[in-house]
């Protein structure tokens, strides 16, 4: 029953949006209508509501309140999705305010003398405005009415002109920032979840193991990732259409010819080109350059490119009259202001405690009051020029409104789907699959492609995306990011505004285009573009560091960047460090021999002991990492044979849960089976018969395991386990000598601290024979604590607290603490004696030999990767690695 009510589910919402239904109202409301049935067929036929429901019901979702309902259908304080309000009112700002027109005509006039050049103006202002707007129905529009017409009455070639048209309007939905980006993201996050819980429960029953380690998480992704990842991509593709018009016009220089400019390239001409390429330039490196160096986040980013659309539309909408650039004049020299008082000043309102302090808030003050002028000012401007800013804000809220409900009825909808079972038959076939995750992503990718015939963008995203998404990104062969799948997905996803019959890009062409442009012309031009999609969506699958590298570089690089001793960073930290050991572990060895050279006899005894060990394990390290190379050589040998039995008897063992799974509801439904009368006599025979025959399925199942599974497998696991020590023993022998390194030198340089407490424990001496022993074990106390935080000291600080402990006992004994305080300072005269020789004959070797491993033996213990060391390990992580072995 659930199958047919998942049917009905299906063909509810394919005749709504066939009928032409509002897309908003057809996704929820097919979902509400089938569960209303299903219910009432439960409560009819088997008195319950829940009873034809795979997971929970209606009465399990009513009974858990409001706030598990606001859960399992959408949370609407997302932070995520805050951003797409504010760069909707960015586009279409700069859409009315004709920035696009300003954009189109100079760069036709620039780059259209070269052959092919009015073409390659249209995809040049496609991308930046697919940039700065990201508005697909805008961008087309405007380049419809002002490009088209140029390129026809220069004798292009009709589908070639309405196809670069086309195409480059969609570029929004790729370059950042992006709608489709962002909500790709929201959608991601939970599917990384499910993936994650799926992951971890397929390595509980693979190895039996509680916990799965770090390294095998299913990682997360935000819009600032997305945004990251589909940059290179997106510039890909902007490279790929300029390719392609160039060499179509060097073949057929008829059907792209170059247009003379019939002005004349002087100052006057550079500067128009400066003043109209600036703006939009300048605010795209505001809003992606903050979020590329870490400065802001999606939704700060998404604010800056709200007020600087407000002050470019201020100074445009009033062009050629007296005065125009003021506010925007006014918003630079306040922005350059408040860099340099930043660059001076602690701005900080909370923590003022000197007069530099005031001074830096009180100007950052100024300089914030004259930017919000400039913004108020430009906002007026457009207020009251043609009720601009009134304009925007209303489609703005129409098109906020609009990508929300779909949202939330998309949440409707995938409740409803999973509910009837829909998640676990998609799961079940894309797991039986024979060619394993690409055959399973080769079809994703082509029913994505074949729906964007027929669907809108934000349809596919919030339907399609959470139910296939948590099921490619649990599988631990590919291993594949959330980032690369929500950018290979965003790519599919762009032809559907280019394929017939409902290409939304060749509809708002078609609105524009002259009557003597015919649509099977715009069908013909667009047929190109959409193969080069494809072409760029194939080399992205075939390269992942062109999605996944930026999104590694920014975050290893940033304040917030994970420490080097971070699980997921240790595979490639320690190829580097093998690697330059291997190649450079000469000098290593010279400054460790250099050490060992030194006089250590007059050290005390604890702190040879710790050189000894530091030294030995230094040298160790080499040993070691030729062992890790010898477990690691011998698992890659092993691999190639054992994978494909693993392949064979990991499918058999999901084969074999399955249909545990349905023999467990068979029983189930056997054990509920009530009454004495022929018809339940029947219901119990069926349902034993099922289960015989299960039974009989499974013992099928498990003789096709090999019979030498058990010793393979344990061969396998025992070269895992030996490879998995070697790196744990190489990681804590670099550890423990570099930590003893750098305590020695600690110790060394508190020879000050030492020598300067031997007059405050003097000063003891005073207080020994006090009458009130409570206040001298204070004072006690106190002197005592000032040495907690000098490396080394802790013996001193140890004999004060005996004495302490002298004075305070029920019969209070001055002359043992007076005993104990001669001890601390004959051991402060020892200690200071010994470590001011160190700092002169041992330190300065020490800190050559620190220096020396830091980034290698010593990397580990360091707060953050070096430059040069991030960028290595953020190349290294961009590539996919099979982990499926561990499974």
Not at 251 to 260: D, E, G, I, L, M
Not at 284 to 311: F, H, R
Not at 656 to 663: F, H, Q
Not at 801 to 826: F, M, N, Q, W, Y
Request: proline share 5%; net charge negative; charged share 20%.
């Amino acid at each position: 029953m659930e199958l047919l009510f998942l049917l009905i589910l299906i063909l509810l919402m394919a005749l709504a949006l066939g009928s032409g239904y509002p897309v908003a109202f057809a996704l929820p409301g097919s979902a509400i209508l089938t569960i209303f049935i299903a219910a009432l067929c439960g409560y009819l036929l088997a008195g319950d509501v829940d009873a034809f429901f795979v997971h929970g019901g209606p009465a399990q979702w009513l009974s858990a309140g409001v706030t598990n309902l606001r859960g399992i259908y959408w949370e609407p304080e997302r932070d995520t999705l805050i951003a797409i309000p504010l760069f909707i009112f960015m586009g279409i700002m700069l859409q009315r305010s004709r920035i696009a027109e300003d954009l189109l005509i100079t760069m036709a006039q620039l780059f259209g003398p070269i052959r092919g050049g009015l073409g390659i103006s249209v995809v040049f202002v496609g991308a930046l405005l697919a940039a700065t707007t990201g508005i697909v129905g805008a961008t087309v529009v405007a380049m419809g009415l002002i490009s088209l017409p140029a390129m026809l009455k220069n004798n292009y070639s009709k589908p070639l002109a309405t196809g670069t048209i086309a195409a480059s309007g969609t570029l929004g939905q790729i370059i950042p920032p992006s709608i489709v980006l962002i909500i790709l993201a929201d959608q991601l996050a939970g599917a990384a979840d499910q993936a994650g819980t799926a992951r971890k429960a397929l390595y509980k029953e693979a190895t039996g193991e509680i916990s799965m380690p770090t390294i095998f998480e299913v990682g997360a992704t935000s819009a600032g990732e997305m945004f990251l990842g589909a940059f290179l991509p997106g510039l890909l593709l902007v490279a790929l259409y300029m390719v392609f018009i160039l060499v179509y016009a060097f073949f057929n220089p008829k059907a792209a010819p170059s247009v003379p400019y019939d002005g004349k390239y002087n100052a006057a001409f550079a500067l128009k080109v400066f003043v109209t390429l600036v703006p939009p330039l300048a605010l795209i490196l505001l809003v992606l350059g903050s979020i590329i160096g870490g400065i802001a986040t999606v939704n700060q980013a998404g604010a800056i490119g709200a007020a600087g659309a407000t002050v470019m539309a201020g100074y445009r909408l009033k062009e050629g009259q007296k005065g125009a650039f003021t506010p925007a004049i006014v918003a630079i020299l306040s922005m350059l202001a408040l860099t340099v008082i930043l660059s001076i000043y602690p701005v900080n309102v909370k923590s003022i405690t000197s007069q530099g302090d005031q001074i830096g808030v009180t100007l950052a003050i100024i300089a914030v009051f004259f930017l919000v002028l400039s913004l108020v000012w430009s906002g007026w401007r457009a207020l009251k020029i043609d009720n601009t800013l009134y304009g925007v804000m209303i489609e703005t809220a129409k098109t906020t409104s609009l990508v929300f409900i779909i949202l939330l009825g998309a949440a409707m909808l995938t409740a409803a789907f999973r509910a009837f079972g829909g998640e676990e038959l998609v799961r079940e076939f894309l797991t039986s699959l024979p060619g394993g995750f690409w055959l399973q992503f080769l079809v994703v990718m082509l029913v994505i492609f074949v729906l964007g015939f027929f669907l809108d963008f934000i349809e596919i995203a919030v339907v399609v995306v959470p139910i296939v998404a948590p099921i490619l990104l649990a599988d631990p062969g590919a291993n594949i990011t959330a980032v690369w799948l929500g950018v290979m997905i965003g790519l599919n996803i762009q032809t559907s505004f280019l394929t017939p019959p409902f290409g939304f890009a060749l509809f708002y062409l078609r609105g524009v285009a002259d009557a003597t442009v015919r649509t099977l012309d715009m069908y013909k031009g667009v047929i190109a573009f959409i193969c080069l999609q494809l072409a760029a969506l194939f080399i992205v699958a075939l390269t992942p560091p062109l999605v996944n590298y930026l999104p590694n570089r920014i975050a290893l690089l940033s304040e917030t960047a994970p420490p080097p001793r971070n699980p997921r960073l240790q595979y490639c930290l320690e190829h580097y460090v093998f690697d330059q050991l291997n190649t450079g572990g000469r000098g290593i060895r010279t400054a460790v021999e250099a050490t060992g050279s030194l006089d250590r006899q007059f050290l005390p005894a604890a702190i040879r002991d710790d050189m000894d060990d530091m030294l030995a394990g230094i040298d160790n390290t080499f040993d070691l990492i030729k062992q890790t190379a010898v477990t690691e050589a011998a698992l890659a040998e092993a691999s190639p044979e054992f994978r494909p039995v693993h392949r064979v008897v990991r499918q058999l063992e999901h084969d074999i849960r399955k249909i545990t799974r349905t023999l467990d509801e068979n029983k189930t439904l056997l054990s509920r089976t009530r009454g004495d009368d022929e018809a339940a006599a029947k219901r119990r025979e069926g349902f034993e018969g099922r289960i015989e025959e299960l039974y009989r399925q499974i013992e099928a199942l498990e003789a096709k395991v090999p019979d030498e599974w058990d010793t393979v497998y344990a061969a396998y696991a025992d070269l895992q386990k030996a490879d998995a020590k070697a790196r744990l023993d190489y990681r804590r022998n670099v550890d423990d000598a570099y930590s003893k390194l750098v305590e020695i030198i600690r110790i060394i340089d508190a020879s000050e601290a030492v020598a300067a407490s031997r007059a405050r424990i003097e000063a003891l001496r005073t207080v020994v024979d006090d009458p009130d022993s409570k206040a001298a074990a204070e004072e006690f106390k106190t002197v005592s604590g000032t040495l907690s935080g000098v490396a080394g000291a802790g013996e001193i600080s140890s004999l004060l607290s005996k004495a302490r402990r002298a004075l305070r006992g029920r019969t209070p004994d001055p002359e043992k603490a007076s005993e104990h305080l001669e001890e601390a300072i004959v051991l402060v005269d020892r200690e200071t004696e010994w470590r001011d020789r160190a700092a002169t004959d041992i330190r300065p070797t020490l800190v050559a030999l620190e220096a020396t491993i830091r980034d290698t033996i010593g990397l580990r213990q360091q707060d953050r990767l070096p430059r040069e060391i991030a960028l290595f390990v953020a190349g290294c992580n961009s590539d996919h690695r099979d982990i499926s072995l561990n499974f």
